[in-house]
């Protein structure tokens, strides 16, 4: 792992931060949005345990610009197969939960494919440049280390794996499971592995730090149908650029 190690305490409260956001229990506290009164600006307020989203001095995302990238991190390494996965819309966003089996190993860590979700706009920023969407895949390692891997989409041409889910994607925000066929995670990965990483938050309440963030650089496309078609299911979620703190950005290759 290329910078952070983490205190146990840390390591069980992610591991049910991952929990809650990958389950229907995550319902009971909605009431955070990404725009208007309950929108970014005002989540530290709303409870005592969101007080990260104000104070934490490693917030994601994050705008990552030359000057912030100062060192090198440990080639990836994509081992994603296909396996059995549900599909939820939770209002939030729709996400993608994958049985086991998919790895990612940096270096000697291992970590494990738990899922994947979307963002309109597409939150962490390269050189400033917003992007229209992007997909979160959540790892997580047998320590209880959240890593998460952004790929970040231009409009452009059709993408064929995004072409293949839209139509399983649930229509209605009701937060029901709902099973769907073997999927293989590595349909949508660039072909060019090279990244981005640094030290990071969950990007929603909590925002719990501790997560370690990795930004493909080769960004893929979607057509300005599929976007329509992903704001007709989901409103825009995507928290606004967090100030770095004197972060640095590891660049992997
Ligand atoms: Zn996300």
Redesign the pocket.
């Known amino acids: 792992m290329p910078s952070t190690r983490f205190p146990k305490k840390l390591f069980a409260g992610l591991a049910l931060c991952l929990a809650a956001?990958s389950s229907a229990a995550a319902a009971d506290k909605l009431h955070w949005q990404y725009s208007g009164d309950q929108g970014p600006e005002h989540w530290a307020g709303m409870q005592p345990d969101y007080a990260l989203c104000g104070r934490g001095q490693r917030q994601s995302p994050i705008d990552i610009t030359s000057a912030s990238i100062n060192q090198t991190a440990k080639p990836l390494q994509f081992d994603y197969r296909s396996a059995p996965a549900s599909i939820v819309n939770d209002g939030h966003?729709v996400r993608v939960r994958i049985a086991k089996g998919s790895q990612l190993t940096i270096g000697t860590e291992h970590l494990s494919l738990q899922q994947f979700?979307?963002?309109t706009p597409g939150?962490d920023r390269l050189q400033g440049e917003e992007f229209p969407l992007?997909?979160?895949f959540?790892h997580k390692s047998r320590s209880g280390q959240l890593v998460?891997l952004?790929l970040m989409f231009r409009q452009g041409a059709e993408n064929k794996a995004m072409a293949g889910l839209l139509p399983q994607m649930p229509a209605r925000s009701d937060k029901a499971e709902h099973k769907l066929p073997a999927i293989d995670p590595a349909q949508w990965l660039p072909a060019e592995r090279g990244y981005y990483s640094y030290a990071g938050s969950?990007?929603?309440p909590p925002c719990t730090e501790g997560v370690l963030w990795l930004v493909l650089k080769q960004p893929l496309q979607l057509s300005s149908a599929q976007l329509a078609s992903l704001h007709q299911l989901f409103p825009d979620?995507a928290r606004p650029v967090q100030p770095l703190h004197g972060r640095s950005v590891s660049e992997g290759r």
């Open positions: 956001l966003t979700h979307f963002h939150g992007a997909m979160h959540l998460s952004v969950l990007t929603a979620n």
